[in-house]
């Protein structure tokens, strides 16, 4: 099919790679996208070697993720110019800005080619080979300018510029939006993003596969999501390493996993809230109140309300904690509790006519859209599209397990409320399937962790691409191993920065107001989107 | 009044009289007299110096700055959310505006794109103003000290009263750095402003240096920057 295009073939552990020419890039990427069907750019890898430098466009289908294949693009190492992807996938547009800010691939034809995470001023690409972290950098700190008009009035337009952020009460964190403004409504929007840039990629190539990178994840998606980002990284470096997973202790993660995801949804919803009531009260402390109580069973569980550091490769740290009885009964009363909770929300929030005129029909974003933005998650499960990795690309113990992916049609952030609710339900139909099999488990049969070497060495340029269903979305890692005990490579693909890369087609022409309330549906998680 | 907790509250629903007396009979409401107040008996003076009067109000009323950076943000919307309430010991008033608040909790990774930005927001608090800091990472960049992007410590850019280790603290923890604050300044203590190794200036000031030459096209000259020199940070 691809024909001429391709110039060499590669295998990465989880696809085939085609290896094609610089310039063939968006036309490699139409054909697969329109006659193949890859229509997920699920991340764009850029990295350097001593020869050249390579962009790796990962692609999957919708439908079916299983289906990957990778698009592999070397160039020259004195003068790395690639064509761009954007044209064929929006995602391509972040991706690549980031892709240049820390590696130094140019893309030709791209929109945009700015950095994204560094400051503007920022001398040199962090993550090349040839980078000196010592050298001194100086960083601006002027007045923004208005990129369609003048700050004044003129007879013409009367577009206002406003900077929302980066400290700010609504942004949920250190994002800085520049939004121009057309009386009430909102002319463009461009989130500028990089206040959290903590170097976690290079972090975790500094870090052994064994122990030294299982911390990191903790800290990317921080709404106590950490055991969901942590399974992103054992997933693939079992993967890497051929590692199985003992059945228990696939269940346990499973479990806490689950128990993760309700603490980031319930955080979502309390600042959800927080921006279109903006209340400090009842809502939030709601929410509060039942992030409490799983951060507790938690902490029972790991020995930490959010840093868990509790998996390990081939799985997890520690068995339940004794007496099992106390921990299950702890569990149950709070599942048991969950449907009478949900009802409160549902009474506050969801069923209150301002609330819903609020999200109704607000920050939209059909499913086409999305799919092109490489949106996904709770976010893209609000526009309808059935797509959870859970099912679709089974790991841990979710197929044994009997649960529904939730989708809703509406497309707004009422919608995406409404999946994170749902979701919850879900999780707590998980949990409470778990605690039957862990209940009954025979006590000389509980292995915990499958045995793994001291030292982990994968063999040299070993490539793997893997994602998992984080709270936010699809949660991916790309390693390449350069034969030593640490990374050679490591490319996080964090579902934040790509839905955020699509605010401003979810919130152009609408309120301000309800821009606030669309960020605050999106979820983002600063520390996951700036890594 | 039983000590048993209750099912239901049900009370009479009357109208309350218990105060009616004291409302209506024009004298003095006897319900402002406070146990403090008895104490003092007869004369309704206290003489106490103005200073340690000043500084026992500022520490009994603390608007902390509603400011969050990263994960230890989190662990602080649960330090003001139920259970943990820090406002019981009068600082849990989180304001938005840097101009409304006088301590600044700084929660979280500082990073070189966000520091002129901390430093713009810290400027703008009146004084007095006081800084705790929450976390590894505002206290030396934590685990993200080896980054090339990290700044090492929110004491590189301002001063800093109080440290909480912890990654993340727990919520109790912050409690108690607030409230060791809040002692600090009721006996007027202060904290010794540390020398601060990167300040904003304005780009014409810089020497010119090969980096300035650089970016001397690209940088309008009243622009305020920070240089940062990595090779000198800690």
Known sequence: MLGDHVIGRETHLNAEGFVVRPDEVAATLEILRDEAGFDHLSMVTAQDYEDRFETIYHLKKFDDPTQEVSVVVPTDVENPVSETASGVFKTANWQEREAYDLVGVNYDGHPDMRRILLPETWQGHPLSSDYDQDKPQIVSFDEHKNPLQEDHKDAESDTMFLNIGPHHPATHGVLHLKTVLDGEQVADVE????YLHR?????AQNGTYRHQIMPYPDRWDYASAGLLNEWAYARVAEDLNDIEVPEYAQIIRTMSAELCRIAAHMLALGTFCLDIYGDFTAIFMYAMRDREIVQNILEDLTGQRMMFNYFRLGGVVWDLPEPREEFFEKTRDFLDDLPEA????????????????RTIDTGTIDPETAKQFGVTG???????????????????YYDELDWDVVTEDGCDNYSRLLVRMREVEESAKIISQCIDLLEDWPEDERNIQANVPRTLKPDPDTEVYRAVEGAKGELGIYIRSDGTDKPGRFKIRSPCFCNLSALNAMSKGEYVADLVATLGSLDVILGEVDR | MSNEPRDTIRGSTDAQTKTREARMSGAVDNRFNSKLREAFGSSPFILTKFDKFMNWVRGSSMFMLQFGIACCSIEMMHTYAVKHDLDRFGSGVPRASPRQADVMIVPGTIVSKFAPRMKRVYDQMPEPKFVVNMGSCSISGGPFQEGYNVIKGAEEVIPVDIHVPGCPPRPEALVYGVVKLQERIANGESSPVTVKPYEMEQFSDLERDELVEKLADDIDEETLVMRYNWADSP
């Open chain 1, 191 to 194: 989130p500028d993003i990089g």
């Open chain 1, 199 to 203: 170097c976690e990629e290079q972090m």
């Open chain 1, 342 to 357: 949900l009802e409160e929300y549902h009474d506050l929030i969801t069923s209150n006519e301002i609330f819903q005129i």
């Open chain 1, 378 to 396: 709770p976010v893209l499960r609000g526009s309808g599209v059935d797509y959870d990795l859970r099912r679709d690309d089974p790991y841990g």
